[in-house]
């Protein structure tokens, strides 16, 4: 089974930036898995932030586009999830997210999909 683990998040004022990781292990296949980033703040639905397929092929959120970027590296195992000039409304628990078959900005419910824990992001204005 695979397993995700994030780290990176913190606290930051607007303005700045964080790279947020998740490190993949109990796979041998990281790189034909679609990975990605989803976040969920109080009171609101979670939503796909970014996606990268095995081919690496990336998709965003228009509210990220320009700022964020995701990017992979196959031989540490390991996605992440570069943000900059963040915003307070950035502010959100967020969940990288693998799967071997499917994987978009609205899928979030598949059973197949492996998630992290989370790590929390906090911007403040």
């Known amino acids: 089974q695979v397993q995700l683990v994030e780290s990176g998040g913190g606290s930051v004022q607007a303005g700045g930036s964080l790279r947020l990781s998740c490190a993949a292990s109990?796979?041998?296949?990281?790189?034909?898995?679609?990975v990605g980033w989803f976040r969920q703040a109080p009171g609101a639905e979670r939503e796909g932030v970014a996606v990268?397929?095995?081919?690496?092929?990336?998709t965003y959120a228009e509210s990220v586009r320009g700022r964020f970027t995701i990017s992979r590296d196959n031989s540490k195992n390991v996605l992440y999830l570069q943000m900059n000039n963040l915003r307070p409304d950035d502010t959100a628990m967020y969940y990288c997210?693998?799967?071997?078959?499917?994987?978009?900005?609205?899928?979030?419910?598949?059973?197949?999909?492996?998630w992290g824990q989370g790590t929390q992001v906090n911007v403040s204005a």
């Open positions: 997210a693998a799967d071997a078959g499917y994987l978009d900005l609205r899928t979030t419910t598949r059973l197949q999909t492996y």
């Open positions: 109990g796979t041998t296949a990281f790189n034909r898995y679609y």
């Open positions: 990268i397929a095995s081919y690496d092929s990336t």
